[in-house]
C-alpha cells in the first residue's frame, strides 16, 4: 500500500521514465499526485444527444466519429471531424489543426465540449470551433479478422467516462486527462480509509473541514448530486478543505519566518531631539497625514534592536521617497550607511539626484553606483564606501557585487521590490557582517493588504494612502487610431501653451511579426518631421546607454524638448511637472498596472493633466476592460485589484521575481477570505492562544510544515 510520502516512479503504471514527465509538473510524490486537480468537470451524467443542442450554449456530447480529414484554405488548414448519432451529425472544427491528423478513427467514440453554433462551412447544420475532445473508445483492432478482448481493468475505467461528472486534468507532456484519471483512481482505490491529518483537530472542528481522505476522493470523482457552480468555482466541501489546508501552512510557514527574523540582532537607532531637529531640516514640505502615520511606524521599528522588516505601499507619487530619506536621516545621525537600490539607471539616478538635493545641504555625503559606470570611477566610489566616507550610496544591481563592501551598513532601501528577486535583497542585507541591518522596501503597485502580507511575507507592512496637496486630477481618455489627428492637434494646443507632452510606444522598432503595431524609433522620425517639425522632439528607450538616457532627460527636464517619445523605460520614478500629457499608442496592448505607472508621470505640476489612450486595431474584451478601468478611476488599489482579477496573481507579480509562493490549489484573489481564516488560525496556533491543541499536535503541524515547505511553496526555508 503506497504511502503519501511515497516517490511517484514507484506508484504502479509509472516509472522514472513517466516520473520524470510528472517532475514538470511539480509532481514528485503520490502526495503530489493527489494535489494535482482538475482544471474543470465536464456534466456526463446526462450529455446532451445532437438533436438536443442549441445554438449559443455550452454542451458536452458523446458521440461516434463517422469522418476526419484536412483541408486547406487561403489562411490556414483547418481539420474537420465529423460525429454523428444515428442520421443525426455534428460537425467538429479546428483551425491550423494539422496535428489532429489519424487522431479520430471511424467508429471511434468520443466526448466533446464546446460551444454550439450554426455551421457557417458547407450544408449547414450545427458546429462546434476548437472543442475539447477526448476519445473514450478506440473501435476494436480486427487484426485477421478477430476482434481484442477487452481486460476488465479497461471496461472498469470506461464505466467512469461516461454517467458521471468527469474531472478533467490538464495534459503533462503525452500523459493526457485519460492517462490522470486512471492512475489517481488506482490510487486513490489504494489508500487507506484515514489518512495522517497534521491540522490539529480543533482547528479542523472549528473551520468545518471534512476529513482529508473524503476530500480527496470528492475532489477527483466528485457524486453525481455535487453543485457543478461549485465545483467549477472550488467552492465544494472538498476543494475548501483542500485549499485551507495549502493557505494554512503557507501562513504557518510565512510567520515562522517572520519570528525568526526577530531573534536576529540589529541596530537600536537613537531616535532623540538631535535626529528630530535633523528631520525637521531634510523635510522639505508638510507631510501628509498618511506619511507622518509610516513615518511613526518606521521610527518605533528602527529604535527596537530587532531588524526592522517593512513594505512601504503607496501610489504613483505619494510621497514614498521622501519618507525613505527620512528612515536614511535617521541611520545616518546615528553614524551608520544606508544602501539603497533601484532596478534602473534612471530611477537610481534621480533618486541620486534627489537625494543631494536634499540631504547635502545637511551635511550628509551621498554617492551613486551603477553598471554604466568606468572602471576608475567605480573602484573609487566602493573605496569611499568602505571607508565610510560616503553615508549614502544609491544604485541598481551594481550594489550587489561582491566587491562593494560596507563600514558600517545600518539600513537598505529596495525600491520597485517586485522588479528584484527575493534573494538579492537578502544578498544586500547581509552586506553587514556582524548585525543585520534594517530593510525598508518600497514599492508603487498597490497590492490588497491581506495578499501583501503573504507574498513579503517577512515583511511588516505601511501604507500611504494619500497623495500629497498640489498634485493635479488627470483627466483619462480612450481614443481610436483613426482619430490621431485631432489627438496631435491637441498636443499641439498643449505644449504651445508652455506645457511638455510624452508619447509612449509598447516596441522600440517594428518587427515582422507584430507589424501593425507602431514602434517607438519608427513614430519619432515621423513625429519629428511631419507631425511636429516647429517643435523639440526627443526619443528615450532602453536599449540607449545610460549617458544618452541622461542626457535626454536632462533635456526634457530643462524643457529643451517639449515632446518625449518612449517606450516603457519611463515607466517608474520619472518626474518632470511640466508635463502635462500623455499619449498611450496601442494601449490596447498595456497592462492595466503598466497604464496606471505611465499616468503617474503626469499631473505632477499645477497644470490639469491629460492622459490619451489610443487604440490601433481589434479590442480584446479583457483589453475593453483594462481600458474602462482606466478611464473610471485612478485609485491604484482599485487598479490593482481589477488587474490581478484579469491576470491572476502569478502574472501580476511576476512569480519568480517576487517571489510568489507556489500554490497547488489555492488561489490568492478567489480564496482570500480563506486566506485570512487561515494567516489568524497560524498566528494563534504559534502563540499557544488556540485551545484543546496539544504540544504534540502542534510539533506534527510544524514538522509537517518543515518537511513541505521548499518543495511544495518554493521559498526560503523556514527556521
Given at each position: 500500500m503506497?504511502?503519501?510520502?511515497?516517490?511517484?516512479?514507484?506508484?504502479?503504471?509509472?516509472?522514472?521514465?513517466?516520473?520524470?514527465?510528472?517532475?514538470?509538473?511539480?509532481?514528485?510524490?503520490?502526495?503530489?499526485?493527489l494535489?494535482?486537480?482538475?482544471?474543470?468537470?465536464?456534466?456526463?451524467?446526462?450529455?446532451r444527444?445532437?438533436?438536443?443542442?442549441?445554438?449559443g450554449?455550452?454542451?458536452s456530447?458523446?458521440?461516434?466519429v463517422?469522418?476526419?480529414?484536412?483541408?486547406?484554405?487561403?489562411?490556414?488548414?483547418?481539420?474537420e471531424?465529423?460525429a454523428?448519432?444515428?442520421?443525426n451529425?455534428?460537425?467538429?472544427?479546428?483551425?491550423?489543426?494539422?496535428?489532429?491528423?489519424?487522431?479520430?478513427?471511424?467508429?471511434?467514440?468520443?466526448?466533446?465540449?464546446g460551444?454550439?453554433?450554426?455551421?457557417?462551412?458547407?450544408?449547414?447544420?450545427l458546429?462546434?470551433?476548437?472543442?475539447?475532445?477526448?476519445?473514450?473508445?478506440?473501435?476494436?483492432?480486427?487484426?485477421?479478422?478477430?476482434?481484442a478482448?477487452?481486460?476488465?481493468?479497461?471496461?472498469?475505467?470506461e464505466?467512469?467516462?461516461?454517467?458521471?461528472?468527469?474531472?478533467?486534468?490538464?495534459?503533462?507532456?503525452?500523459?493526457?486527462?485519460r492517462?490522470?484519471?486512471?492512475?489517481?483512481?488506482?490510487?486513490?482505490?489504494?489508500?487507506?480509509?484515514?489518512?495522517?491529518?497534521?491540522?490539529?483537530?480543533?482547528?479542523?472542528?472549528?473551520?468545518?473541514?471534512?476529513?482529508?481522505?473524503?476530500?480527496?476522493?470528492?475532489?477527483h470523482?466528485?457524486?453525481?448530486?455535487?453543485s457543478?457552480?461549485?465545483?467549477?468555482?472550488?467552492?465544494?466541501?472538498?476543494?475548501?478543505?483542500l485549499?485551507?489546508?495549502?493557505?494554512?501552512?503557507?501562513?504557518?510557514?510565512?510567520?515562522?519566518?517572520?519570528r525568526?527574523a526577530?531573534?536576529?540582532?540589529?541596530?537600536?537607532?537613537?531616535?532623540?531631539?538631535r535626529?528630530?531637529?535633523?528631520?525637521?531640516?531634510?523635510?522639505?514640505?508638510?507631510?501628509?497625514?498618511?506619511?507622518?502615520?509610516?513615518?511613526?511606524?518606521?521610527?518605533?521599528?528602527?529604535a527596537?534592536?530587532?531588524?526592522?522588516?517593512?513594505?512601504l505601499?503607496g501610489?504613483?507619487?505619494?510621497?514614498?521617497?521622501?519618507?525613505?530619506?527620512?528612515?536614511?536621516?535617521?541611520?545616518?545621525?546615528?553614524?551608520?550607511?544606508?544602501?539603497?537600490?533601484?532596478?534602473?539607471?534612471?530611477?537610481?539616478?534621480?533618486?541620486?539626484?534627489?537625494?543631494r538635493?536634499?540631504?547635502?545641504?545637511?551635511?550628509?555625503?551621498?554617492?551613486?553606483?551603477?553598471?554604466?559606470?568606468?572602471?576608475?570611477?567605480k573602484?573609487?566610489?566602493?573605496?569611499?564606501?568602505?571607508?565610510?566616507?560616503?553615508?549614502?550610496?544609491?544604485?541598481?544591481?551594481?550594489?550587489?557585487?561582491?566587491?562593494?563592501?560596507?563600514?558600517?551598513?545600518?539600513?537598505v532601501?529596495?525600491?520597485?521590490?517586485?522588479?528584484?528577486?527575493?534573494?538579492?535583497?537578502?544578498?544586500?542585507?547581509?552586506?553587514?557582517?556582524?548585525v543585520?541591518?534594517?530593510?525598508?522596501?518600497?514599492t508603487?503597485?498597490?497590492?490588497?493588504r491581506?495578499?501583501a502580507?503573504?507574498?513579503y511575507?517577512?515583511?511588516?507592512?505601511?501604507?500611504?494612502?494619500?497623495?500629497p496637496?498640489?498634485?493635479?486630477?488627470?483627466?483619462?481618455?480612450?481614443?481610436?487610431?483613426?482619430?490621431?489627428?485631432?489627438?496631435?492637434?491637441?498636443?499641439?494646443k498643449?505644449?504651445?501653451a508652455?506645457?511638455?507632452?510624452?508619447?509612449?510606444?509598447?516596441?522600440i522598432?517594428?518587427?515582422?511579426?507584430?507589424?501593425?503595431?507602431?514602434?517607438?524609433?519608427?513614430?519619432?522620425?515621423?513625429?519629428?518631421?511631419?507631425v511636429?517639425?516647429e517643435?523639440k522632439?526627443?526619443?528615450?528607450?532602453?536599449?540607449?546607454s545610460?549617458?544618452?538616457k541622461d542626457?535626454?532627460?536632462?533635456?526634457?527636464?530643462a524643457?529643451?524638448?517639449?515632446?518625449?517619445v518612449?517606450?516603457?523605460?519611463?515607466?517608474?520614478?520619472?518626474?518632470?511637472?511640466n508635463?502635462?500629457?500623455?499619449?498611450?499608442?496601442?494601449?490596447?496592448?498595456?497592462g492595466?498596472?503598466?497604464?496606471?505607472?505611465?499616468?503617474?508621470?503626469?499631473?505632477?505640476g499645477?497644470?490639469?493633466?491629460?492622459?490619451?489612450?489610443?487604440?490601433?486595431?481589434?479590442?480584446?474584451?479583457?483589453?475593453?476592460?483594462?481600458?474602462?478601468?482606466?478611464?473610471?478611476?485612478?485609485?491604484?488599489?482599485?487598479?490593482?485589484?481589477?488587474?490581478?482579477?484579469?491576470?491572476?496573481?502569478?502574472?501580476?507579480?511576476?512569480?519568480?521575481?517576487?517571489?510568489?509562493?507556489?500554490?497547488?490549489?489555492?488561489?490568492?484573489?478567489?480564496?482570500?477570505?480563506?486566506?485570512?481564516?487561515?494567516?489568524?488560525?497560524?498566528?494563534?496556533?504559534?502563540?499557544?492562544?488556540?485551545?484543546?491543541?496539544?504540544?504534540?499536535?502542534?510539533?506534527?503541524?510544524?514538522?509537517?510544515?518543515?518537511?513541505h515547505?521548499?518543495?511544495?511553496?518554493?521559498?526560503?526555508e523556514?527556521?
Open positions: 503506497p504511502e503519501l510520502h511515497t516517490e511517484i516512479q514507484f506508484l504502479k503504471g509509472v516509472g522514472p521514465r513517466v516520473a520524470e514527465t510528472l517532475a514538470t509538473k511539480g509532481i514528485h510524490t503520490l502526495e503530489d499526485l494535489y494535482y486537480l482538475p482544471f474543470r468537470y465536464e456534466d456526463r451524467i446526462n450529455p444527444t445532437i438533436e438536443q443542442l442549441q445554438p450554449e455550452m454542451a456530447v458523446i458521440a461516434e463517422r469522418t476526419s480529414g484536412l483541408f486547406k484554405t487561403k489562411r490556414f488548414p483547418i481539420f471531424m465529423t454523428g448519432q444515428g442520421r451529425r455534428l460537425k467538429c472544427l479546428w483551425f491550423r489543426g494539422g496535428y489532429l491528423e489519424g487522431k479520430f478513427k471511424p467508429g471511434a467514440l468520443v466526448a466533446l465540449y460551444k454550439v453554433e450554426y455551421s457557417t462551412f458547407g450544408r449547414g447544420g458546429q462546434m470551433l476548437q472543442p475539447q475532445f477526448e476519445i473514450l473508445h478506440e473501435p476494436p483492432d480486427e487484426e485477421n479478422g478477430v476482434a478482448l477487452e481486460s476488465e481493468e479497461q471496461k472498469h475505467f464505466s467512469l467516462e461516461i454517467g458521471r461528472i468527469v474531472p478533467i486534468y490538464e495534459a503533462a507532456g503525452k500523459l493526457n486527462a492517462w490522470f484519471r486512471r492512475t489517481i483512481r488506482k490510487a486513490l482505490e489504494q489508500m487507506p480509509e484515514e489518512i495522517s491529518d497534521a491540522i490539529p483537530a480543533e482547528i479542523r472542528t472549528r473551520v468545518g473541514l471534512i476529513p482529508r481522505t473524503e476530500a480527496f476522493w470528492q475532489v470523482w466528485p457524486d453525481a448530486g455535487e457543478f457552480a461549485d465545483l467549477l468555482s472550488a467552492r465544494t466541501p472538498a476543494h475548501q478543505r485549499i485551507f489546508e495549502e493557505l494554512f501552512f503557507l501562513e504557518l510557514g510565512l510567520e515562522l519566518k517572520r525568526k526577530r531573534l536576529q540582532p540589529g541596530v537600536a537607532f537613537e531616535i532623540g531631539d535626529v528630530r531637529d535633523a528631520l525637521k531640516q531634510v523635510l522639505p514640505f508638510h507631510p501628509t497625514r498618511s506619511q507622518k502615520q509610516v513615518l511613526k511606524e518606521i521610527a518605533i521599528d528602527m527596537h534592536s530587532s531588524p526592522m522588516r517593512r513594505l505601499q501610489d504613483v507619487g505619494s510621497g514614498k521617497t521622501i519618507v525613505a530619506f527620512e528612515a536614511a536621516t535617521v541611520a545616518m545621525q546615528n553614524g551608520y550607511q544606508v544602501a539603497m537600490m533601484a532596478p534602473t539607471e534612471i530611477l537610481a539616478t534621480q533618486h541620486y539626484l534627489s537625494a538635493r536634499i540631504l547635502e545641504p545637511a551635511g550628509y555625503r551621498i554617492v551613486l553606483l551603477t553598471g554604466s559606470l568606468e572602471q576608475d570611477r573602484r573609487n566610489i566602493r573605496s569611499h564606501v568602505a571607508r565610510g566616507h560616503a553615508q549614502m550610496v544609491i544604485g541598481t544591481h551594481a550594489l550587489l557585487e561582491d566587491n562593494v563592501e560596507f563600514e558600517r551598513l545600518g539600513l532601501i529596495v525600491d520597485e521590490q517586485h522588479r528584484f528577486g527575493v534573494m538579492q535583497r537578502m544578498k544586500l542585507m547581509r552586506k553587514n557582517s556582524d543585520q541591518p534594517d530593510v525598508l522596501v518600497m508603487a503597485t498597490p497590492i490588497p491581506t495578499l502580507l503573504t507574498l511575507g517577512d515583511l511588516d507592512v505601511s501604507v500611504i494612502d494619500e497623495l496637496p498640489g498634485r493635479t486630477p488627470v483627466s483619462t481618455r480612450v481614443v481610436p487610431g483613426e482619430r490621431a489627428e485631432e489627438v496631435w492637434e491637441f498636443v499641439r498643449i505644449v504651445s508652455g506645457q511638455q507632452a510624452y508619447v509612449v510606444y509598447p516596441v522598432e517594428e518587427s515582422e511579426k507584430d507589424s501593425e503595431l507602431k514602434a517607438a524609433i519608427k513614430m519619432y522620425d515621423q513625429l519629428r518631421k511631419e511636429f517639425p517643435l522632439v526627443g526619443l528615450l528607450h532602453g536599449r540607449m545610460a549617458d544618452e542626457e535626454i532627460m536632462r533635456k526634457f527636464k524643457g529643451e524638448l517639449k515632446i518625449l518612449a517606450t516603457t523605460v519611463i515607466e517608474v520614478g520619472v518626474d518632470v511637472p508635463a502635462s500629457v500623455m499619449v498611450i499608442e496601442h494601449a490596447e496592448r498595456f492595466l498596472s503598466q497604464m496606471h505607472q505611465l499616468r503617474g508621470r503626469i499631473g505632477r499645477c497644470a490639469k493633466s491629460y492622459c490619451v489612450l489610443m487604440t490601433g486595431g481589434k479590442i480584446s474584451e479583457e483589453a475593453r476592460q483594462r481600458l474602462d478601468t482606466m478611464v473610471r478611476t485612478s485609485d491604484g488599489f482599485e487598479i490593482a485589484e481589477k488587474d490581478l482579477e484579469l491576470r491572476g496573481p502569478g502574472e501580476f507579480f511576476g512569480t519568480k521575481q517576487a517571489g510568489m509562493p507556489k500554490l497547488c490549489v489555492a488561489n490568492l484573489i478567489r480564496d482570500r477570505k480563506l486566506l485570512e481564516l487561515a494567516k489568524r488560525e497560524a498566528r494563534q496556533l504559534l502563540d499557544g492562544t488556540t485551545k484543546n491543541v496539544t504540544p504534540e499536535e502542534k510539533r506534527m503541524a510544524v514538522q509537517y510544515l518543515k518537511m515547505w521548499n518543495r511544495r511553496y518554493g521559498l526560503v523556514v527556521g
